[in-house]
C-alpha cells in the first residue's frame, strides 16, 4: 500500500507512472504463481519455494529502500516486481503445503482457514505500515530523529526495515519445517527401500 506514493513523493513519479507500478507487482505476483505452479507440479518442497519467495521479497525491499538515495525510478520498479514475484511464490507455496497437511474431508476449511490468515495479515499490515510512516515522518520532520535522516524517505524506509525484519523472521521460522519435510521424505524412501 505504500508503494504508489513513495513512488510519487520520493521519487516524484506520476499517478500513471505509480500506477503502472501496481501492473508490474500483479505481474510479478502472477508470475510467481505460474513459476510455483511449475516447479510444485514436478514434486518441490513446498516449504522451500516458500522460503525462496521470502528472500526474494528481502532483496525487493532492499531495492525498494536504495531507490531513494540513488533516485533510481528503473530500481524502484525493480524492487516492486520482484515484490509481486516473492508474494507469488510464498502464496503459493503456503496454500500449497496448508492443503497438504489436511485431510480430504477438511480441503475446504484448510483453504478458508487460509485465506483468512493471509486477509487478516494484509489488513493489519496496511493500517500498521501507514501508521508506522506517519509516526517516523513525523519524528523525522521533527528533527528528533537527527539531521540525517530527517528526511521526508524516512517513514517509508522504517516499514520497509521492519517488512525486512519480519522477512527474516519468517525465514527462520519456515527453516524447520523444511528441515523436517526432509526427514519425512528421507523416511518414507528408507521405509520402501529406494
Known sequence: ILLEPYGGQILGLSVGQTTALTA????????????????????????????????VGIVAFTAVIFAAPFESAL???????????GGGLFAHATLTAAMSM????????????????????????????GGIRDLV???AAQGKLGPVI???????????????ALLFA?????????????????????????
Open 24 to 55: 508490474l507487482l500483479a505481474a510479478g505476483g502472477l508470475t510467481g504463481f505460474l513459476l510455483a505452479a511449475h516447479v510444485l507440479g514436478r514434486g518441490a518442497d513446498p516449504y522451500r519455494i516458500a522460503a525462496l519467495g521470502t528472500l
Open 102 to 129: 489436511a485431510r480430504e474431508s477438511q480441503i475446504g476449511l484448510a483453504l478458508g482457514a487460509w485465506s483468512a490468515a493471509q486477509a487478516t495479515a494484509a489488513g493489519a499490515a496496511i493500517a500498521v505500515s
Open 150 to 164: 530527517n528526511g521526508p524517505a524516512t517513514g517509508y524506509g522504517a516499514v520497509y526495515l521492519i517488512e525486512i
Open 137 to 139: 515522518s513525523g519524528l
Open 170 to 194: 519468517t525465514l527462520a521460522a519456515i527453516g524447520p519445517l523444511v528441515r523436517s519435510a526432509d526427514e519425512s521424505s528421507a523416511t518414507n524412501s528408507s521405509d520402501f527401500g529406494l
Open 75 to 85: 530500481l524502484f520498479a525493480f524492487g516492486v516486481m520482484l515484490i509481486g514475484l
